[in-house]
């Protein structure tokens, strides 16, 4: 059964990679042969996985739950390389595989250092990856795993971001659909505000697909700088902050429930700390330097919530800012958004249950007897969500300090071993000092971005999805 399913998936990634050929052939790019050669290899790949796995017993468990999810991320990076390395766009195989992770995992970090000189074929193709991968490649498939007559609990379970888990009808693959038609309306929404504000249709398709999918991929080296339109700047800032947002509240607030929108306590955490370091940074910026108000406002909001959604797009270079400003960046990058959303980090909602039992510790010293339990709104927080918070943050803390010093073992910088781990980690995109947002990651060492790779996915699949698969009781049979 993973193995059909790995089959259809492989089916949707060659009918992608069609789409991108329908535009190398459209603009008549050197890019059309490339696809058409993936596209084959792809197809006969899915059709081998799908006659083995012909017959199987319809029926998942939670660990192969586990298996599809992170075989179907390797799967998509694997294959989805092969339009930059056949078409010799991206010829080292190290280099077309960090790029095709960072597009699936919606990192947005880049090797390539002139990205305008890409046929549009293959910049559409950038921009798919980040769309497809940004709400999850299996959530997809979870719409559409009745056609294989089993449930999609199993796998929703692998997949979804964050500690808990929201169902806003019992039929998971009715919740999957109505979620994705949401994902498709605001990427339509995008591509039209764009249009109005003066870019060009592929621009403004390629720049929504990495806007809602919160990767970051631009068409243009300079970012969305590029185009020197507050306007633009603007409206991509409003659909970052919505695309950061739980997509089952996002539901809910479309199905009506506008007072359960407005008081969830993650959203309101995610809002004030959006307001709060805009405003910090903005003042900032302001009286040290030469920027008005309005700008020093703009460039502030679009940075903020740019990675705090860990979209990773720039409209300026935050190192040439004072430095006190790229640690308050750094802290943005770390916490994230929400969870539920395509977005990257360790998420509000764990920020806030590890600051409530935080609170309750110091009033547990004061009253030794007292009950004090963990609340989200009127919800109470149970003790396994509340351990998970902590492994999970402790995991999450331990293995980029780790990856920090291998990569600073590797020959790379300081700050640019701290910044590309948290940049990976949190599918961010742009890191600091020399891989910031002026610059590529093209000079790292092969085994750094081998590394950085693995913890983009890591990042993507929130730690135990992946590192489960490394524990023997995994593999026990029961």
């Not at 998942?60 to 390389?81: E, K, P, Q």
């Not at 890591?458 to 135990?464: I, K, V």
Request: proline residues 3%.
């Amino acid at each position: 059964m993973i193995f059909r399913i790995l089959g259809f998936l492989l089916l949707i990634e060659t009918a992608m990679m069609l789409c991108s050929e329908g535009v190398a052939y459209y603009y008549g790019g050197s890019d059309v042969g490339s696809f058409v050669l993936s596209a084959c290899i792809t197809a006969l790949a899915a059709i081998l996985s799908l006659l083995f796995g012909r017959g199987a017993e319809r029926s998942l468990n939670r660990r192969d739950g586990y298996v599809i999810v992170t075989a179907s991320w390797l799967a998509f990076s694997l294959f989805g390389m092969l339009p930059y390395y056949i078409g010799g766009f991206i010829p080292d195989v190290t280099d077309a595989f960090f790029e095709t992770m960072s597009g699936f995992t919606s990192t947005g970090a880049t090797i390539l250092n002139d990205i305008e000189a890409l046929p549009h074929g293959v910049l559409f193709w950038r921009a798919m990856t980040q769309w497809i991968g940004g709400l999850g490649i299996v959530f997809f498939t979870i719409a559409v795993l009745p056609i294989f007559g089993v449930s999609g609990l199993q796998v929703f379970a692998a997949e979804a971001s964050g500690p808990t888990h929201d169902k806003v009808h019992p039929r998971i693959g009715i919740t999957a659909k109505w979620i994705w038609s949401i994902y498709a309306g605001l990427t339509g929404t995008l591509v039209v505000l764009l249009c109005l504000g003066g870019m060009d249709l592929f621009d403004s398709v390629c720049h929504a697909f990495a806007t809602t999918g919160t990767g970051g991929f631009s068409t243009k080296q300079a970012s969305i700088a590029f185009y020197h339109s507050p306007y633009i700047e603007y409206v991509i800032s409003i659909f970052m902050f919505l695309s950061g947002i739980n997509f089952t509240l996002l539901l809910l607030l479309f199905n009506g429930k506008f007072k359960k929108f407005i008081h969830d306590a993650e959203l309101k955490h995610y809002f004030w700390a959006a307001c709060l370091f805009t405003f910090f940074i903005a003042a900032w910026l302001y009286r040290t330097t030469p920027m008005s108000l309005e700008e020093a406002f703009r460039k502030s909001l679009f940075q903020v919530i740019s990675l705090q959604t860990s979209t990773g797009f720039a409209t300026s270079d935050y190192m040439l800012w004072p430095s006190i400003l790229w640690g308050c960046l750094l802290i943005v990058m770390l916490i994230g958004a929400c969870a539920g959303s395509t977005t990257g980090g360790i998420k509000w909602i764990r920020i806030v249950i590890l600051l409530k039992v935080v609170r309750n510790e110091f009033k547990r010293i004061l009253h030794p007897n007292a009950v004090l339990p963990v609340r989200l709104g009127k919800q109470v927080v149970s003790p396994t969500v509340k351990s998970s918070v902590l492994a999970f943050t402790f995991l999450y803390i331990s293995i980029s300090i780790i990856s920090a010093l291998v990569l600073m073992g590797l020959g790379v910088g300081d700050s640019e071993s701290i910044g590309t781990v948290v940049s990976a980690m949190g599918n961010m995109g742009p890191g600091l000092g020399s891989c910031g947002p002026a610059y590529s990651w093209s000079g790292l060492p092969i085994a750094a971005k081998w590394i950085l790779s693995f913890l983009m996915l890591l990042g993507r699949l929130e730690l135990f999805t992946v590192l489960l698969l490394f524990t023997p009781a995994f593999w026990k049979k029961r």
